[in-house]
């Protein structure tokens, strides 16, 4: 190595923080062993620095210092944790007074944009809802024995007539039941029959007759029907006669 | 800005480094009450800014970063323009021996007389011993200038510091950092 070189590795050779590889410190200090003007000026350099360094950093350290900064950042975390608290304190307040107004908003804003009514509008959605479309026998009677009722409906009547269909209340038990409807040519109601179907397994039916016509009526006339063992009809309609309720023997559905 | 960083981790930390920080920001301001006041915002920015500190073994150039960085900035609030470094000498070639006694207050001054780019290597260098690079990552210079910095800054305090002779004797010596 030679002196120029050597000059210039001093540079980055410091006792506490070399810059140097292991191999340029190594040869640096072969250098140095050997060369007389680069030794002395080295010695010198490190003299210089460290008569400098010890002056730079002899400052005295004031007393209580260490004290002082840890109280100031406990001031400053606390303080910290203040206005956090605040500002959380700040958000939630504000966020009620904004759903407070938007609730009175809306509320009030509702109570002043109330559906206008229109009668067209009003007939026509109350016919929606109670659209009607008459039953049919076979649709009774699965809904009958959907609900636990054994049934055989009467073949006499004429199903175009039945209105709807129900369990009613009969001598305090559930029991199926027909609602026949015959309107006039002009679509007005003008009979009405209800046929409770009495089963065996509800009624102790032997003493029926095969029919019965109850003598007297004053705004409805009944009947009892007993047209085999399993079931029996009690029916109660309105007008004079049922005629007009029943189909021809003839016209049967069913045998 | 976030949370405060753990009160413990915050706490080891002002136990390790406020020694060095205040003799740093001690001679870059020549005042026990700046110097004081100083340290204690830098540690209530690392307080504030911990998460920032990705590996523990760098908080200390990290602090003493930002204490740099605070002390630019009340720099520039004060208006304080650094200054040339024209009036630097050149480096002394043969020192006094032995050598004389630094005057405290003579040190100071001439440290104060030396512009913030000048001082802070030579701070670094002399008394919390960074290396090349951490001078250099904490000023933001790339090492040839820091070094080169670092030269001029030393002569200058030999001139100023070392005795009257050491600092006329002979010719500018050359320096590896001549032409950096």
């Known amino acids: 190595m030679d002196c120029r070189t050597a000059r210039h590795l001093l540079e980055f050779s410091r006792p506490c923080a070399s810059e140097l590889d292991d191999h340029d410190q190594d040869a640096l200090h072969g250098h140095l062993a050997v060369c007389p003007d680069c030794d002395s000026t080295a010695r010198a350099e490190r003299e210089a620095d460290q008569h400098l360094g010890q002056a730079v950093r002899d400052v005295p350290i004031p007393q209580g210092l260490r004290e002082r900064l840890m109280r100031r950042l406990r001031e400053e975390r606390e303080a910290w944790y203040r206005r956090w608290l605040a500002r959380g304190v700040r958000v939630v307040a504000a966020v009620a007074a904004v759903v407070l107004i938007a609730w009175f908003g809306l509320s009030s804003w509702r109570k002043h944009n109330l559906p206008r009514l229109d009668p067209d509008q009003l007939t026509k959605v109350a016919l929606e809802r109670h659209q009607y479309a008459p039953p049919d026998r076979d649709e009774a009677e699965a809904w009958f024995r959907k609900n636990g009722h054994r049934v055989a409906t009467p073949d006499d009547f004429n199903y175009s007539f039945l209105f709807s269909f129900h369990l009613g209340e009969f001598l305090d038990k559930k029991v199926p039941c027909l609602l026949f409807v015959r309107t006039d040519d002009e679509g007005r109601q003008s009979q009405v029959a209800w046929v409770y179907i009495l089963s065996k397994e509800q009624f102790d039916l032997k003493a029926l007759e095969d029919k019965f016509e109850s003598p007297s009526g004053s705004h409805f006339k009944s009947q009892v029907w007993h047209p085999q063992p399993e079931f029996a009809y009690v029916i109660v309609y309105s007008g004079d006669r049922l005629d007009d309720m029943l189909v021809s023997k003839k016209d049967r559905p069913r045998s | ?180």
């Not at chain 2, 003579?106 to 007389?113: C, D, H, K």
């Not at chain 2, 001078?135 to 200038?145: C, N, R």
């Open chain 2, 1 to 180: 800005m976030g949370m405060p960083g753990s009160q413990r981790t915050v706490e080891r930390l002002v136990e390790e480094h406020y020694v060095g920080l205040y003799r740093y920001a001690y001679r870059l301001t020549g005042s026990e009450a700046d110097a004081e006041d100083l340290t204690q915002e830098t540690f209530c920015k690392a307080q504030m800014n911990l998460s920032q500190l990705r590996a523990t073994d760098r908080a200390k150039n990290w602090l003493f970063t930002i204490l740099r960085n605070a002390y630019l900035h009340r720099v520039r609030t004060e208006k304080q323009q650094p200054r040339s470094l024209d009036l630097v000498g050149d480096v002394p070639d043969v020192l006094p021996e032995p050598l004389p006694d630094v005057d405290p207050d003579q040190l100071q001054q001439a440290l104060a007389e030396l512009p913030e780019v000048y001082r802070t290597p030579i701070l670094l260098y002399y008394f919390e011993e960074f290396s090349y690079r951490d001078i250099a990552e904490q000023m933001d210079l790339p090492i040839g200038t820091v070094m080169s910095r670092l030269a001029r800054a030393k002569g200058w305090l030999r001139s100023r510091l070392l005795g009257p002779d050491a600092a006329t004797l002979g010719p500018r010596p050359r320096r590896a950092t001549d032409g950096l």
